[in-house]
């Protein structure tokens, strides 16, 4: 397949070009020139949050995988536009790209956020909360959404809601990894209630194999893609305190815990069934 991705340098990015190119012809669409480009993949410069323009991509593809994220997206109010120039008005001209190029595939990165949060497990089709509960992030996620499944008469589409994504390379500054920096620095980790939330967190390579297996799918499909296993944030800094032979310290809130849990059995059914435990996954972050 001739492949368009975006968001190429960014975690699941890096990891699906390295995987997909091995089979397929890769066009990665990156903000900056990575610093260690993928051999074999034809890399493009574009600001997606800018006025850009198509013509130097390639006139015929056969899957458009859309990835690309604002990295301002804590910066609301005053980074809006760029938000919303990545998330919706890019996620708008590639749909129509993909229409032009005779793309058979189309595949939107959502964010589990949508559902706001719970005490079971959210499934694809669960109610979502009124759009001005979401935020304007999570807000401009479900937007794209929205653009892409009106393009599911001409081509295949497929959403994939992702939850608490993790992996090697991935920035300090998110969930996992900044939970194992502060269990190795004995900072506080905050919990909301006793336990604190409970997620099922999934490893790069798993959502790296549900994208592959979406390119194999007829129809257009939206899935939540997550682990296996359903932790607290108390059970995930225990098991992070193992692996590192620190014990983990907790501040609890007297609060209502907010969890945010997917229900995966499309996922499993459909794609794939996620292999990787988190004990394991997350050694590959341990500095």
């Known amino acids: 397949m001739n492949i368009l991705i975006t968001g190429a340098n960014g975690l699941l990015g890096v990891h699906a070009v390295k995987q997909l190119v091995a089979q397929h012809q890769v066009h990665a669409l990156v903000h900056s020139a990575p610093l260690e480009p993928v051999a074999g993949v034809t890399y493009h410069v574009i600001d997606l949050s800018g006025d850009w323009s198509t013509e130097s991509l390639p006139s015929a593809l056969d899957a458009v995988i859309h990835l690309a994220q604002s990295s301002r997206f804590r910066e609301f109010p005053e980074q809006a536009m760029d938000v919303f120039g990545v998330n919706v008005a890019s996620t708008a001209r590639l749909l129509d790209y993909a229409r032009i190029s005779g793309a058979r595939h189309f595949i939107l990165a959502s964010s589990g956020g949508?559902?706001?949060?719970?005490?079971?497990?959210?499934?694809?089709?669960?109610?979502?909360?009124?759009?001005?509960?979401?935020?304007?992030?999570?807000?401009?996620?479900?937007?794209?959404?929205?653009?892409?499944?009106?393009?599911?008469?001409?081509?295949?589409?497929?959403?994939l809601r992702f939850f608490f994504m993790y992996g090697e390379g991935q920035?300090?500054?998110?969930?996992?990894?900044?939970?194992?920096?502060?269990?190795?620095?004995?900072?506080?980790?905050?919990?909301?209630?006793?336990?604190?939330?409970?997620?099922?967190?999934?490893?790069?390579?798993?959502?790296?194999?549900?994208?592959?297996?979406?390119?194999?799918?007829?129809?257009?499909?939206?899935?939540?893609?997550?682990?296996?296993?359903?932790?607290?944030?108390?059970?995930?800094?225990?098991?992070?305190?193992?692996?590192?032979?620190?014990?983990?310290?907790?501040?609890?809130?007297?609060?209502?815990?907010?969890?945010?849990?997917?229900?995966?059995?499309?996922?499993s059914e459909s794609l794939i069934a996620p292999r990787v435990p988190f004990a394991q996954g997350i050694l590959e972050l341990i500095p």
């Open 171 to 267: 920035k300090r500054s998110m969930l996992v990894p900044r939970l194992i920096d502060n269990v190795m620095a004995g900072q506080p980790i905050t919990l909301q209630g006793c336990d604190g939330i409970k997620i099922n967190p999934i490893h790069v390579s798993d959502a790296v194999a549900a994208l592959e297996h979406c390119l194999k799918l007829e129809g257009s499909h939206t899935f939540n893609v997550a682990g296996a296993q359903v932790l607290s944030l108390r059970d995930i800094a225990g098991i992070i305190g193992e692996a590192v032979g620190r014990t983990p310290v907790f501040k609890v809130e007297e609060v209502e815990p907010r969890h945010l849990i997917a229900n995966i059995d499309a996922l």
């Open 114 to 159: 949508v559902y706001g949060a719970g005490d079971g497990a959210f499934k694809e089709n669960s109610l979502i909360p009124h759009h001005g509960q979401l935020g304007y992030y999570l807000g401009s996620k479900l937007c794209a959404e929205v653009l892409a499944q009106n393009y599911s008469s001409l081509m295949n589409v497929a959403v």
